[in-house]
């Protein structure tokens, strides 16, 4: 990592030109080693606009995250988590998974501005740009073990919603098992890692991606389309305040799960399905797929549907639902 790319960045942050020669002179070194930097800024997938004779700028303002707004936007909640703001790692969830065997804290939490090989489910990819998404990972750990934990990913959805609707986003609605959705258009993603043996005690790394702007070139990479809190909501966001009430209602719900389990947050998440009681495709495991009439979940998190042969349950991760069914 080119020590200089992300003091350049955040020089660029207020999307404005400043030329090569300036950035030069402002970090003591030779227009060469901007001209590296900014390279280096591309190779992570962040677009720098360079124009002969005005220099460079960012396509858009970027505003960084900022470890002491956070906290101070957590109030009363700071001392329960640890928080690690990092420039750019590989994926928040990877580090914190690591982090965890080595014995990290309850309610460590890592933010990345940037991940080099961000973790989708069903070893798909995520992508977030600079400044255009949120990206973090937060460490729980349970009494009980991993087999308690099914219900995890919907509770966290919950808490997604009631934070979106907190700041005032409507039409935030959930897809089983874990996405957040606004018109049926991904939003945000969870992605759930665990550790420990099947009766405990054992360790949850929540990772959560959220869509706060989507830059064309994301849209390209992800290929189909997606949502973002921009579209919803014209006022600019304050991605801080936006990670602490996120942070807030997820230690409520998680706080609440480690105590009873998914049970009592299971109505508000089923008035929350966009795919309530409609037909949908299920993509089941063994590759094979299935129409089926959503009836709803079960108090462990499993989804509850009819494929022809009475209500069923469909309890795996590694199911996937798709809308849309005429
Ligand atoms: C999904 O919808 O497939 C889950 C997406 C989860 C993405 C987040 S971004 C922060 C954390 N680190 C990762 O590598 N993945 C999760």
Redesign the pocket.
Known sequence: MNPLTFPLLRLLADGQFRSGEALARHFGVTRATVWNAVQQAERMGVKVYSVRGRGYRLPTPVDFLDHQRVRGHLAGLADRLWLQFHEVTD????LLMRLASEGAPHGTCVVAEL?R??????G?M?H?GLGSGL???LLWRFDQGASALNGLSLAVGVALARALEELGMPEILLKWP??VQYRHR?LA???IELQGDAFGPSAAVI???LNVRQPAEVHVAIGHPVASLEEIWSDAIDRNYLLAVMLRHMVAVLDEFGQVGFRRLRDEWQARHAYHQQKVRLLLPDGTETEAMVQGVDEDGALLADAGAGPQRYASAEISLRGNVA
Do not use: A, E, H, P
């Open positions: 994926s928040t969830n990877t991940q090989n961000g973790r989708g489910r069903r798909r995520w977030s990206t973090f990972s874990n996405d991904k993603g969870i992605l990772g959560v991606g």
